[in-house]
């Protein structure tokens, strides 16, 4: 439904108008002028909205009275006035979503990614020359997005950087999200050089490290699913994973 610009002006003039009257009458004649255009107000907006959705938006963001309550428009996205469908269902979104809840996942080659992740991953991925989806991949398997992990090995944050490791990156932090997204993204471009570009043989190095991988004469994809079967059981799962995750991603 479309409310026209002098409705709109009317409504506005209503709402406001009271408020001004407070400051140029007494107290005693500011009551009695603000409840009339109050009164003139809802009428006038349940005769363009109809009773419910008017007293609706009578109430307060939290049902208290002091601006619109938007859990109570549920339903009908398109009700809120004067927003588009899409601003009204952003609208609805953040209404009923708990204080404090983490925020809303979004996709990076069709992986969900939380979205504090994503400038991170698109930096590291920019700089290094890594793919996107790749990171993520590693990320998922590694730590589940968990800043603060910590595995029995001691390796530490988002992609489980031991402190070896991050001594010789440069990385101080290894809790910093950042520093470690872009200290785990450099050691792992480093190991796909190395290894001439095989994503597989790569992965195999992150986990189990280069030198291992190099003694059991691992240097290609053919020789890893030739002697995939040398690897570590936790070498073997954690590979399978993370290129399963960038398969999918494709």
């Not at 790749?134 to 530490?156: C, F, M, N, W």
């Not at 785990?184 to 597989?200: C, D, M, P, V």
């Not at 986990?207 to 699913?225: M, T, V, Y």
Request: hydrophobic residues 40%; charged residues 20%; without cysteine.
């Amino acid at each position: 439904m479309r409310i026209e610009a002098t409705q709109l002006e009317q409504l506005l003039r209503l709402q406001v108008q009271p408020s001004l009257d407070i400051i140029t009458s007494g107290e005693g004649a500011a009551a009695s002028v603000e409840k009339s255009k109050t009164g003139e107000f809802m009428d006038m907006l349940q005769s363009l909205l109809g009773t419910d959705r008017a007293d609706a938006l009578a109430g307060g963001f939290d049902g208290s009275g002091g601006g619109p309550d938007l859990t109570a428009l549920a339903g009908s996205p398109g009700a809120l006035p004067f927003l588009s469908e899409a601003e009204a269902a952003s609208s609805y979104a953040q209404a009923e979503r708990p204080a404090g809840s983490p925020a809303v996942p979004r996709l990076i080659g069709g992986q969900t990614v939380p979205e504090f992740a994503v400038p991170l991953i698109e930096k590291a991925s920019r700089v290094f020359g890594v793919d996107a989806a790749l990171i993520a991949s590693v990320i998922q398997t590694e730590s589940g997005y968990r800043t603060d992990a910590v595995s029995p090995a001691g390796a530490k944050g988002l992609m489980q950087l031991m402190d070896s490791t991050s001594r010789s990156l440069g990385v101080r932090d290894p809790f910093d999200p950042e520093a470690n997204v872009m200290g785990g993204t450099k050691y792992l471009a480093q190991l796909l050089e190395r290894f001439g570009g095989n994503e597989g043989v790569a992965l195999a190095a992150y986990n189990a490290g280069p030198g291992r991988i190099q003694r059991l004469g691992i240097a290609n994809d053919e020789d890893l699913s030739n002697r995939y079967h040398l690897l570590p059981q936790e070498t073997q799962n954690y590979v399978r994973k993370v290129l399963g995750l960038r398969a999918a991603s494709v």
